[in-house]
Structure formats: C-alpha cells, structure tokens
C-alpha cells in the first residue's frame, strides 16, 4: 500500500504545487485588500463593508476559497482515476495481487495527502499571519479560522464527488456528476449556517455518501448492478442531491428570463405628523406606496391634492425609534438575531473612527480600539458597575445597541450612546470617558437602546430610547426623561416597540407589537397596540389594530419551487395564494409514483423493490424520480424471436415467455463445431 501511496503522489504531485501556488495568491491578495479597507477606513474613506474587515472571516476571501477548493477538489479526484481510466491500465491496476478496497484506500489516502499540501497549508499560513498582534487592525480570536476549515473540509465533499464522476460508467450530459450537486450543496451550505458544529455534521454526512458511492463503483468498475446495499443507498440519496440542485439552477435561469423580477407587497402601520394611524402598502417592482387611514381614506398630498410621492413620504410620517427586546444571547438566538459563526459580526461591530483610530465593540462587550497605521490595540472600555449589578458575569456592553443599524464606523463627530444590562453610558471617546445618563432598578435590566441617529442619520441627535423589563424611557443626551411608561403589555408576548416623535411637543405615540415567533404559536390573537401619550407624560388613548395581511409575493417562480418539492414537506399552508400550486404539488407526487411504477414494471422489478421505490417517490417527489432515472441502468431491448414482444438484452430468457436467444447465425467463419456423440 505504500507503494501505491508513493506512486500516486509522484504522478500527481504537480498539481497539488499549483494549487497551493494559485490559492497562496489568491489569500496574499485578500489579506493586504482586508488592510488596505481598513486603513481608508480609519482616515474616513467612505463606505466600507464590515464584512471583509477581517481576512480571516472576509465575505468576499470565503467566497474565493470556496471555489478554489471545489475544483481543486474535484479535479485532483477526477484526475486521480482518469489517469487510470484506458481499459488496459484499469486491468492492470485491478488484477494485481491487490484487494481493491486496499488499492482504494492508497488512492484516497494519497489523494486526501496531495489536497492538504494544495488547500490547507497555504490557508493555514494565512491563519497563523492574520492571528499575530500587528497584523490586522482589527480584534481577533480563533474562533476566525472556523470559516476557512469548514471551507477546507468541504473541499474533501468535492474530492470524492470528483472521483465518483470519473468512476460512473453513463453519460456526461446526464448522470454522470451526480457527485457534484451534493459536494455542490456542502460547500454553499457550511458558511452559511449558525454554528461550526453544523459545518461539521454537513460535511460529515457528504462525505460519507461520496465515500460509499465510490466505494461501491470501484468495486463494480463503475456500474450499478452488483453494488452492495449501502452503497446503492448512498448513491440515490447522493443523485436526488443532484436532481434538487439541477432543478432550482433550471427554475432560477427560466424564470429569471420570464420574470425578471418578483413584485413583494406589505402592509405595514406608520404614525403621521399629527398623530393619525396610517396602512402602507407597498409594492416592491414599481415602488409605489398606496396609504390610507383607519377608516380607509386615501391620504393624499396636502400641496397637491394628489396620492403623496415616496420621495415625499418623510415629509408626513413622524420620525420613529424602533427597537427588539431581547433577554440574554439565548432569545437573541432563538429569534435568528445573531449572525453565523462565518459573519464578522459574530465576533466584533464597527463603531466609531477617531483621528485615525478605529473603535470595536467585541464578541465580550467591551469598546477597544486599533491604530490606524501600526494596526495595534491601544485602549478599552468597559462598563463601571458594581459587582452586585452583574454577580454572575463580567460587565459588558449589549451588542446590538442599534437593530437595524449597517455596522459602519461612524465619525466621532459627538458622545456615543452605548448600554449594559443596567446602565445607560454617555461615551466621551476624546476623553476615554464612560459618562452613566440611566439607571435601570436591581430587579430591572436593559433589553435594547437605539437612539434617535440610526434613523435620522444625524450622529448626536438628541433622543435615545431604553427599554427594559418593565419601563420604556425616551431620554435626552443629559439624561433628562422625557417619557417613561410602563412596558404594557409587554415580553414575552410584545417584544418590539416603535415611538413615533410627533410635531406637537412633549407628544408621542407608542406601538407595541407581538412577537411573530409566540404569535404564530397563539394562533394569531396577539394584536399591535397604540398608545397615544398626553403632554404631562401620562397614557392616553388606547387603541389595538387589526392584523396586517401577510407579505404577498407574486412570483411564478416560487410557485414551480413549491410544486416540484417533495410532498412530506410542509413549505405552506393551503391558504387561497397557495392551493393551486399545493395541489399541483400532489398531483406531480402521485404522476412520479405512477411514472416509477410503469419502469418498475417494465423492467420485472421485485414486488420489494418495486414497493421501496414507490415510498421513494412519495417522499422524495420530482427529485427522486430523477434520481431514479439516473441511479438505475437502463438496458436495451429487442423483439423476442418467440413471442415478438420487446425483452431485456441482458437476461439469459425472455421476461415474458422465457424462451432463450437464438443462436447466432454461422457465416462460415466459425473455427468450433458443436460436439456430438455417435
């Protein structure tokens, strides 16, 4: 086996060389780009994506490594058996004194060998640059090179899918990279899930499947018939892969071309100027808002008698602080607020630029900032609280101050506003100073803040908006309360607050709305509710609303998406906007049961088999059709000599009067006659 190792990595060892060249250029460019956005970023040049900060987790190096490793992948595996693939050489490499599974696993392990000196080295070099002190201006942990494994190993997905395409005796338009769609999947999939854990078990389940498939082809040189059961299994499992990723890429460019674009509508409530509750709707294609009172007038531009522009909705809409309570990082998850573990905002936020200095909030919620130029930490801030206020952890600052903030640094252009669980923080950045403006009881804590800038755009504007437990408290930059009402009805069935700031002084109006998760959970009898607030700070009226109707998304493409997905799958409800296509969904479930069945048929499957693929096709759909059509062998038929009726050519005796072939006709050529006995 060590030959064979040693044999394999001496005929391919040069395309490991290049691959580790190629992608060692393609990771030098994206660090010194990561710094260069950092750089401009910290003298104020302009928008910057806070996503590529950081090389180690930069949006756009992880797109760039995901495709190098995937073809990389794939064609060291190809190459691995096509060099092999000339019947002369596959009989000489199979009937050596050799096991196959043994030849098999030389193979992958020289190849697996060959893969790490091309993918994981030169990402591994950059690892160990980007963590050095001085290297990126920018905290960082190990948690960062998370991303880039994942990358790596689903780069493994993509070796074994290009060993299988070579393996597969079928055609190249056809089944023949079945392999390909489900390494496809694996290497989308394992930086856009939650948590690094979740990679892992993607990767985990690709690579068995691939691994089997391989196993099984090389055991039978590439063809179906004669594999074992798990290797079949994985093969089916590894072809309706394929058929879901061929099927959404054929939908997405049909589609595409005869519905350029989806028109979304929603409905949502807004406040005017003078206190009036307002129904938007909006259509997402044209941009056009249609709004209307309670009552169902239409509101109308009072300078032109006419429906009111977008461009000109500011102008009657009072300005808003809306905010998400969240308890702890666990609802903050649960409500899908936390970004995934391949995000650069999984680990630190953008906050201020100062005299070419950049200020991070970090994974533990402190305020720390990087020189500009020796790229350097050089202070931090922290909460200044009593341990009695936090007895179970360190101080720390809430990370998410601003919900639907774009985490770009601002210039320090006045104090900040930053929070922890109990206090309220006035930041002085100029003189390193935490200045407290609110204090939430003991028994209280701070859920969100926002203040009144992310909306405006206006750094320091002057209203700044805590809610806690039990209190929603609108404050100035002093600390002066300017409103305080009681959080009612509030978490965990309200958890989103919107005060709208009317023209009138000392005016407000305060929305609550249900959670949609808790909601949902309900059956709906949550309703969003109004408070109108009096000048001396009391509540007024009250009033709740009606539901909105839900988002309607015309688009033809989503409805073919939901038709061709499988039937156990509950997508959506058989609401009005979903029956036609639900029902369609059934029927195509029920054509491919019909459509397996006839091949089963036709074909003599077992009674066994015949029942196995008909649960198939019920679970599976379209997609498992498909997979039938790839997985399956497919042999010619001819007309019966006896019975004229088509048989298989590959059966000894006709499926259906089993009568044998006939022998072949002599042409004088033949050197054998048939025994006989006097």
Known sequence: MKQLIRREVREH???????????????????????????????????????????????QLLTQASFFCALFGALLGWLQIRAEKHPDLWAFLLHRPVQRSSILRSKIASGLLLYTMGAALPVTGLILVAIQPGAVAAPTEWRMALPLLAVVLAGTACYFAGALTALRQARWYASRGVGLGLAGLAMSAVTNVPEFWHALGIVAIADSLLVLGVWGHFQTGGFYKGQARAS????????????????????????QALQPEADYVWTQYNVSKDGKILRVTTHQATGEMEAVDLAGNPVLDPATGKMIKPTEWHKLVAPSIGLNFQENAEAEDAAGLRPHFSNALRYFRPWRALRKSLWYLTREGALVSYDGASR?????????????????????????????SSDQFRPDEGPGILASRQTVYLVHLEKRSLKP?????????I???????????????????????????????????????????????????????????????????PDSQRNEKLGGKLLPQVQWIKPDGGVGDRMELLHLPQVQRASMAEACALIVMPLPLPIESWDSAHRVPQTL?????????????????SYRFSAGGQFGWGVFHIVAGLPGLLAFLAAQEWAAKEPCDHCKRPRLVDRETCEHCGSAFAPPEKTGIEIFEPLTTD
Not at 25 to 48: C, E, I, K, N, P
Not at 437 to 445: C, K, L, T, V
Not at 585 to 601: D, E, K, P
């Open 13 to 59: 060892y040069k395309l490991a060389v290049i691959g580790f060249l190629i992608l060692s250029a393609m990771l030098t460019l994206g660090f010194f780009d990561s710094r260069a956005q950092l750089q401009r970023a910290a003298v104020g040049g302009g928008y910057r994506d806070p996503e590529s900060f950081h090389p180690l987790v930069s949006k």
């Open 232 to 255: 079949k299994c994985a093969l089916i499992l590894t072809s309706t892969a394929f058929a879901t990723v061929a099927l959404g890429i054929a939908l997405a460019i049909v589609f």
């Open 376 to 404: 350097r930490s050089m202070d931090q801030l922290a909460p200044q609280e009593s341990p009695s206020a936090t007895p179970n952890a360190r101080p720390r600052f809430l990370l998410r101050q601003w919900p639907f």
């Open 437 to 445: 403006i609110f204090r939430a009881s003991p028994e209280d804590a």
């Open 447 to 513: 859920g969100a803040l926002s203040d009144e800038s992310t909306y405006l755009g206006v750094p320091g504007a002057g209203k700044v908006v805590a809610l806690t437990r039990s209190w929603v408290t609108l404050l100035d930059l002093t600390g002066k309360q300017l409103l305080r009402i009681p959080f009612q009805p509030g978490p965990p069935d309200y958890a989103s607050v919107s005060v709208h700031l009317l023209d009138a002084t000392n005016r407000y109006v305060v929305q609550f709305n």
């Open 585 to 601: 969904r059934v029927i195509v479930t029920l054509v491919c049961v019909g459509v397996g069945f006839r091949l089963g048929r």
